[in-house]
């Protein structure tokens, strides 16, 4: 098992943003308002390709298979964006095999998080919100599974509302190895960025994104897209990974290839409910809301739909 604090590539876009989250009941009818991107519900975006939808309004049922979590903790219910949602104290809710889950070429991961940073605090350490996860032998798993979505929370102090958040993608190559991919934002260019910049005026350049959403609700997406080998992050139906990370596999086709066995878990890493946890891989500290799992990559404009509509209770 790797242990090293984690983690890989690097990212970010610039802007900064207010969000506004409606709290409004996930059973409001949205029949006889103006569509947004062509959608009355958050539910029609992506519908045929939609494999997985925790509601988390008082319970953890994901309500496409109706399958129940195998074993919960520190778990309790609280109101959120869309009716309530789950709010963690060093908790989390682990679920066995979901069918539709079991493989992807593509895949398209959005949430509603509500972190914050946790440097130098008893919870210091990344905050993952969810994960596929990745097995390392009969009884037990590895810290990173086959997709992560998380937040680098222990980079920075509690005081600092700009978060680093990112999707991790561990792909099984053929010869049976581990290929790992991770995209993120980046709260500021390092000078070896900026340099890199200057240098190359007319390429792909590296932007910073300060995700200033540290303590409040924001909307999360993470989006592998196999057949143009990318690997992008949303924050408020926006774009924020750095473009110059975002390009793998030299931009031909890169297709997710999942490790057997893997199982959703929500809000902790796969090694600590197998006990080989090292001392960083903690159980979430924070709230989360309307996790979608769809195979396949949703495009810029459907996930900023995704985001308007979930915002306005629909």
């Given at each position: 098992?790797?242990?090293?604090?984690?983690?890989?590539?690097?990212?970010?876009?610039?802007?900064?943003?207010?969000?506004?989250?409606?709290?409004?009941?996930?059973?409001?009818?949205?029949?006889?308002?103006?569509?947004?991107?062509?959608?009355?519900?958050?539910?029609?975006?992506?519908?045929?390709?939609?494999?997985?939808?925790?509601?988390?309004?008082?319970?953890?049922?994901?309500?496409?298979?109706?399958?129940?979590?195998?074993?919960?903790?520190?778990?309790?219910?609280?109101?959120?964006?869309?009716?309530?949602?789950?709010?963690?104290?060093?908790?989390?809710?682990?679920?066995?095999?979901?069918?539709?889950?079991?493989?992807?070429?593509?895949?398209?991961?959005?949430?509603?998080?509500?972190?914050?940073?946790?440097?130098?605090?008893?919870?210091?350490?990344?905050?993952?919100?969810?994960?596929?996860?990745?097995?390392?032998?009969?009884?037990?798993?590895?810290?990173?599974?086959?997709?992560?979505?998380?937040?680098?929370?222990?980079?920075?102090?509690?005081?600092?509302?700009?978060?680093?958040?990112?999707?991790?993608?561990?792909?099984?190559?053929?010869?049976?190895?581990?290929?790992?991919?991770?995209?993120?934002?980046?709260?500021?260019?390092?000078?070896?960025?900026?340099?890199?910049?200057?240098?190359?005026?007319?390429?792909?350049?590296?932007?910073?994104?300060?995700?200033?959403?540290?303590?409040?609700?924001?909307?999360?997406?993470?989006?592998?897209?196999?057949?143009?080998?990318?690997?992008?992050?949303?924050?408020?139906?926006?774009?924020?990974?750095?473009?110059?990370?975002?390009?793998?596999?030299?931009?031909?086709?890169?297709?997710?290839?999942?490790?057997?066995?893997?199982?959703?878990?929500?809000?902790?890493?796969?090694?600590?409910?197998?006990?080989?946890?090292?001392?960083?891989?903690?159980?979430?500290?924070?709230?989360?809301d309307e996790i979608r799992v769809w195979d396949k990559a949703l495009s810029s404009a459907d996930i900023n739909s995704l985001y308007e509509l979930e915002k306005a209770g629909r």
């Open positions: 098992m790797k242990t090293n604090r984690i983690l890989l590539a690097a990212l970010g876009l610039g802007l900064t943003m207010s969000t506004v989250v409606s709290c409004s009941s996930d059973s409001s009818s949205s029949d006889s308002l103006p569509p947004i991107g062509g959608y009355n519900s958050a539910n029609e975006v992506g519908a045929s390709n939609l494999k997985a939808y925790w509601p988390l309004n008082g319970n953890g049922t994901e309500s496409k298979s109706s399958t129940n979590p195998s074993s919960t903790a520190g778990t309790t219910w609280t109101a959120g964006v869309k009716g309530q949602c789950a709010n963690f104290s060093g908790g989390y809710l682990a679920y066995p095999a979901i069918a539709s889950l079991n493989s992807a070429t593509s895949m398209t991961i959005s949430l509603w998080a509500n972190v914050s940073n946790n440097q130098g605090t008893p919870l210091d350490g990344p905050s993952m919100f969810f994960q596929m996860t990745r097995p390392m032998d009969d009884s037990h798993d590895e810290w990173a599974g086959n997709i992560n979505f998380m937040a680098e929370t222990g980079w920075k102090a509690a005081t600092v509302d700009s978060l680093t958040t990112k999707g991790l993608a561990v792909i099984k190559n053929a010869d049976g190895s581990a290929n790992w991919q991770d995209s993120r934002n980046t709260i500021k260019l390092d000078d070896g960025m900026i340099t890199e910049n200057a240098a190359d005026p007319t390429g792909v350049q590296h932007v910073a994104y300060p995700n200033k959403n540290g303590g409040v609700w924001a909307h999360y997406v993470i989006v592998w897209d196999g057949a143009a080998g990318t690997f992008k992050v949303y924050a408020n139906g926006q774009k924020i990974s750095n473009p110059k990370w975002e390009t793998r596999n030299g931009g031909n086709p890169l297709n997710l290839n999942f490790f057997a066995n893997t199982k959703p878990l929500i809000g902790t890493f796969g090694s600590v409910l197998t006990g080989n946890a090292d001392s960083w891989q903690k159980s979430l500290t924070g709230k989360v």
